[in-house]
């Protein structure tokens, strides 16, 4: 079993910056690719970036040049380094990750955290 474990949200003011982290663990051989992705209240989810293995990136339109997703396999970590936050950035944000397990002839699955509140105020 992996969980993924996400911090780092919180309360910020307009133009200010946050660091979430989401932490896997568990029977992991490695993160095939990760993700952030966001969803407001009466909102529809979307993604906000992606990360491949290769740390290959992709960013949603409205946070290219503000936010920077990055990883670290050492510590199957994934982050997502939000800058210039703006009211419309508040959402609950949920980490993906495409894990390859340690058991054998095991599926690379499919994991989702419990999410991290952000809230951005004017």
């Known amino acids: 079993q992996v969980q993924l474990v996400e911090s780092g949200g919180g309360l910020v003011q307009a133009g200010g910056s946050l660091r979430l982290s989401c932490v896997a663990s568990g029977s992991i051989a490695r993160i095939n690719y990760a993700g952030w992705y966001r969803q407001a209240p009466g909102k529809q989810p979307e993604l906000v970036a992606t990360i491949t293995i290769s740390s290959t990136t992709i960013y949603a339109d409205s946070v290219k040049g503000r936010f920077t997703i990055s990883r670290d396999n050492a510590k199957n970590t994934v982050y997502l380094q939000m800058n210039s936050l703006e009211p419309e950035d508040t959402a609950v944000y949920y980490c993906?990750?495409?894990?390859?397990?340690?058991?054998?002839?095991?599926?690379?699955?499919?994991?989702w955290g419990q999410g991290t509140q952000v809230t951005v105020s004017s």
């Open positions: 993906h990750a495409n894990v390859r397990s340690t058991v054998v002839r095991a599926r690379d699955t499919d994991y």
